[in-house]
């Protein structure tokens, strides 16, 4: 049975917007904080991935309007409840490397997808594996949760590197799991659970 969490005027709690936490969740180098105007340039960059604007909402070789939308976007998701959406920065200069966002859909249930990307420019300096940990010591202060998910494609081994060294252990292949870029394809799962439960 769902444990069920009643908030102001009796509506589910992750049903209300939501707010980033007051002191932004960091680990080692890197900080997960609100996107700014000033992250425009390396969202640019993220967009020439071809991979990330398969997999997320960012247009592929976006221009400054494109991103100044996909800033728009992420913040629409605390309002409506979605999850939250954090800019990947430098701990120290505050420079963007990627994003990171935590993605609520499946909270009644207790479990919440985590996913996060690295501008290409930002790669080699295992900010993906810190970004994440990050992310994940985070979601623990989320009312409710007790799982993060996490969905790869099979071929993508360093993102499974990144998940591992996270403490995210690989659960399984879920067949043809998921659309990307036109076509069903298999995900391997991977997960982490609340420590102590």
Not at 101 to 114: M, T, V, W
Not at 134 to 155: K, N
Not at 168 to 187: K, N
Request: hydrophobic letters at 40%.
């Amino acid at each position: 049975m769902e444990s069920r969490v009643a908030g102001a005027g009796g509506q589910d709690w992750w049903m209300l917007p939501l707010e980033l936490p007051a002191t932004a969740p960091s680990y080692r180098s890197v900080v997960l904080r609100p996107f700014e105007p000033r992250d425009v340039g390396m969202l640019l960059d993220l967009s020439t991935d071809p991979y990330v604007p398969k997999i997320g909402t960012l247009p592929a070789h976006t221009d400054e309007a494109g991103a100044l939308a996909y800033l728009d976007r992420q913040a629409d998701r605390l309002v409506n409840g979605a999850g939250y959406s954090f800019c990947v920065a430098d701990k120290e200069t505050g420079e963007a490397l990627g994003t990171a966002g935590l993605n609520l859909g499946p909270i009644a249930a207790g479990r919440a997808s985590a996913g996060y990307s690295v501008a290409p420019r930002a790669r080699g300096r295992r900010v993906a594996a810190q970004a994440l940990t990050a992310l994940t010591g985070f979601a623990w202060t989320v009312p409710g949760l007790h799982r993060v998910e996490l969905y790869i494609e099979p071929w993508n081994l360093a993102s499974a590197r990144t998940a591992e060294i996270a403490g995210y252990q690989r659960e399984g292949l879920l067949r043809r799991h998921q659309e990307i870029g036109g076509a069903r394809v298999d995900m391997v799962l991977y997960a982490t659970l609340r420590p102590g439960r």
